[in-house]
């Protein structure tokens, strides 16, 4: 695993920054959507559409909004080192339009065990009789509305990763439900750790 807490976080970020070091700017740019500023020696990159910049030489992720303080700060522990993993592993490669439970991908048992259960049920708990919550909060970061559930838009995370929330809302007969998708392809682009803790972010982001 490389999300860990202590020594092991650390650890690991300190492995993806070494491993990004050594890498083609331009590669990197052109495979995870980012552009790289030569001036500067960094990336800017989109992250839920707020712009964030990574710099190896100086071994910093920052950001210029509200919003990437949230990102960067508050839940750094989800973000700065799939941030890493997503420059270090992305692919130019399209996506399938195929959304899968990241449950049901190969190694996506760990959805299920322990500490790693997505906290889907505060969603449901939250927005299950405000829709319109659910979706302006969306909106927020750029979540782009779809048809499905009684509600449900798509985030970008990531360019090359998007993450479809949906929200069934709560009725006389049935308690509400919430769930999270992402694109069949998402795997091509993290590891299963970092699909975690991607998925976390976008359910944080929303509570």
Partial sequence: MLVGEGRDWLEGEERAWDILCELSPQDVGHRAKAVYDELFGRYVLPLFNEEISVSPKD?????????????????HY????????????S?????????????????????????????????????????Q???????????????????????YPFPRVPVVLLLWKSDEEFPANADLLFDSTCSIHLPMDIIWSTAMMSILIML
């Fill in 59 to 75: 071994r910093q992720i920052r950001g210029n909004s509200l919003a990437a303080d949230l990102l960067l700060n508050e839940l």
């Fill in 91 to 131: 692919k130019d490669v399209p996506l399938s339009g195929n959304l899968v439970n990241p449950s049901h991908m190969i190694g996506g048992l760990m959805f299920e065990r322990g500490s790693h259960i997505l906290p889907l049920e505060e969603i449901a708990k939250r927005y299950g009789s405000d829709v």
């Fill in 78 to 89: 989800y973000s700065r080192l799939s941030i890493l993993w997503y420059l270090i592993q």
């Fill in 133 to 155: 919550g659910f979706l302006q909060r969306g909106v927020k970061f750029s979540g782009e509305q779809l048809n499905y559930g009684d509600a449900s838009f798509r985030l």
